[in-house]
């Protein structure tokens, strides 16, 4: 029996070059989620290093109308600095109400205009962009794993030792 001692690097270079538009096609297609994802993020970081932060209490829950149904979003009242008195309606809303009328609640509000205001949460600031982001990176990672895996040739034969007669 003959043992494989050939070279192995242009059959990797191939395969690798014969894999890019298969790997290519999908990465363009979730390029977007990752950009928009990265962008929120980014917003949210600025958001938490320039407004100011606030207690405030959930005093009604409203109804609106959405493309995709109706929810709830709280209507919450707080003060600012300055001893102003401001309500503002929560951008997001959930089904059923996620706040009670009266629960205490963490805002961050726009030192420029106090009525642009933000429950914090971490569901309300971060889980869009983290989903966002992840189902834009998860396919970047499987696609620089597969090119590293065919890179080195995991799965062929020399790195199998099977022999070839």
């Known amino acids: 029996m003959e043992v494989f001692r050939g070279n192995r690097l242009p059959v990797m270079r191939t395969h690798s070059r014969s894999l890019w538009p298969f790997l290519l096609i999908p990465l363009i ?3 977007p989620f990752l950009l ?9 970081i600025q958001m938490e290093r320039n407004w100011i932060s606030a207690p405030g209490t959930v005093v009604d829950n409203v109804v609106v109308a959405r493309a995709t149904g109706a929810a709830y979003s709280p209507v919450v009242e707080f003060r600012t600095m300055e001893g102003q008195t401001v309500r503002f309606t929560d951008s997001t809303g959930t089904v059923p109400p996620e706040y009670e009328v009266g629960a205490k609640v963490k805002v961050l509000y726009d030192p420029n205009d106090a009525r642009h205001g933000q429950i914090v949460s971490w569901e309300r600031l971060w889980l869009g962009p983290t989903l966002l982001t992840g189902s834009g990176l ?11 895996l065919v890179g080195r040739g995991v799965g062929s034969s020399r790195r199998l030792g099977y022999r070839l007669r």
């Open 138 to 148: 998860l396919p970047v990672l499987i696609a620089a794993l597969v090119l590293w």
């Open 36 to 44: 928009i994802g990265l962008s929120q993020a980014y917003g949210v």
């Open 29 to 31: 297609a979730v390029s």
